[in-house]
């Protein structure tokens, strides 16, 4: 029999790429998502294949699945900071009554799920780099906060229909993960860059760009995420790439990567945008036997690819 897993979030860039990667280990996957900040485009390839369904759904909804599950993931949230803010309340339902309606589901169906959390429960981080034990420093009432608290709530009820309910559980807590099917308007650095140098637009950082960043290919993110589901660990696990770059030395390697001639310009730096972000992966290499394998030249140059395919229309149509 073959193995059933619910991904949400499956039109969004790690959800599509999550349900890709467990048709191809055999799994059986139905996708899940309102297509509030995802694309149909991300899906179009899996639209034949018979070992996998979609149900459009918002998962602050009651969720209803006919039949037996025997995993869950759960990707759907808003993820970046334009994203978020854009839909803030949205954001604190998706990771509140959201992970609450699935973590119901995966104890009527005795599944097993995976949730996904982010370094963004680190807030601004005071500990460098970041271990699973650190506890964060997030300003709950700042712009970021709808995101980071409804990520911390996520952990917190997850850990209590654990103990609780003896639910069989797993979280992830991703760092900035980047590759194709990143949708090219939705703010997050490695987009913004190369669609700005693809326009021929000069590149924006924010503040003077010596925060830092740990990019971690989107191939190595999944396989972290894979192995997490199937082991046997139910406490947070970092997974993300630890090589620390500064926003400045990144946008210098885009302009290198894409061959612009356009500048630097300067804006400012949102509120509580962290100033360093590393993750320590000791944990994941320990109970994972994980870490990343792809560098930021060979994911880049993969990212740069994808983008480039993207239409005129595409790269210039405007979401804001
Ligand atoms: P994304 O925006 O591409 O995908 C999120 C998907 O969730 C979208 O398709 C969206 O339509 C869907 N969604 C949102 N609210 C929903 C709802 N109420 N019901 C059903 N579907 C809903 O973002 P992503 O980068 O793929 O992130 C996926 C998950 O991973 C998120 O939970 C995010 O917090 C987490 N994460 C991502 C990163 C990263 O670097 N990409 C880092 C940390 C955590
Ligand atoms: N950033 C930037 N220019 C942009 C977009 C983002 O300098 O056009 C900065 C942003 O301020 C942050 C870093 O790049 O310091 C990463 O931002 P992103 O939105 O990708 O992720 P997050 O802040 O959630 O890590």
Redesign the pocket.
């Known amino acids: 029999m073959m193995k059933k897993i619910l991904i949400?979030?499956?039109?969004?860039?790690?959800?599509?790429h999550l349900c890709d990667r467990f048709i191809n280990e055999g799994y059986y996957v139905i996708g899940?998502?309102?297509?509030?900040?995802?694309?149909k485009k991300?899906l179009f390839h899996l639209e034949e294949n018979l070992c996998f369904e979609f149900i459009e759904?918002?998962?602050?909804e009651f969720i209803n699945i006919e039949g037996d599950l025997d995993y869950i993931l759960?990707?759907?949230?808003?993820?970046?900071p334009i994203?978020y803010l854009k839909i803030p309340i949205?954001?604190l339902?998706?990771g509140s009554l959201?992970t609450h309606n699935l973590l119901g589901l995966a104890k009527a169906k005795k599944a097993r799920i995976l949730i996904?959390?982010?370094?963004?429960v680190y807030g601004d981080p005071l500990v460098h780099p970041q271990t699973e034990n650190y506890y964060g420093n997030v300003n709950t009432i700042g712009p970021r906060g709808v995101?980071d608290e409804a990520?911390r709530f996520q952990e917190s009820i997850t850990m209590a229909y654990h103990r609780f309910h003896g639910l069989e559980t797993r979280i992830a807590?991703?760092?900035?993960?980047?590759g194709p099917?990143?949708?090219l308007n939705?703010g997050?650095v490695i987009p913004a860059f190369i669609g700005q140098a693809l326009r021929g637009e000069d590149l924006t950082i924010f503040g003077d760009g010596s925060q830092t960043r740990s990019f971690?290919y989107v191939d190595d993110?999944v396989e972290g995420i894979y192995k997490l589901l199937l082991s046997s660990y139910g406490l947070p696990v970092n997974i993300g790439n630890p090589h620390e770059i500064t926003i400045k030395e990144f946008a210098e390697e885009v302009i290198k990567l894409t061959g612009t001639t356009q500048n630097i310009v300067y804006k400012e730096l949102p509120q509580d945008d962290p100033l360093q972000r590393q993750p320590d992966i000791s944990l994941a290499k320990k109970q994972l036997n994980w870490e990343p394998k792809i560098n930021r030249e060979e994911g880049m140059a993969r990212t740069y690819e994808y983008f480039k395919t993207l239409s005129k229309e595409e790269l210039f149509k405007s979401e804001h």
């Open positions: 949400t979030g499956a039109a969004g860039f790690l959800g599509s899940m998502d309102n297509f509030i900040t995802g694309d991300n759904h918002d998962v602050t759960h990707f759907a949230s808003p993820a970046s994203d949205q954001t339902k998706v959201g996904a959390s982010t370094s963004e995101y990520k807590r991703i760092f900035n993960t980047y099917r990143m949708r939705d997050r971690c993110q």
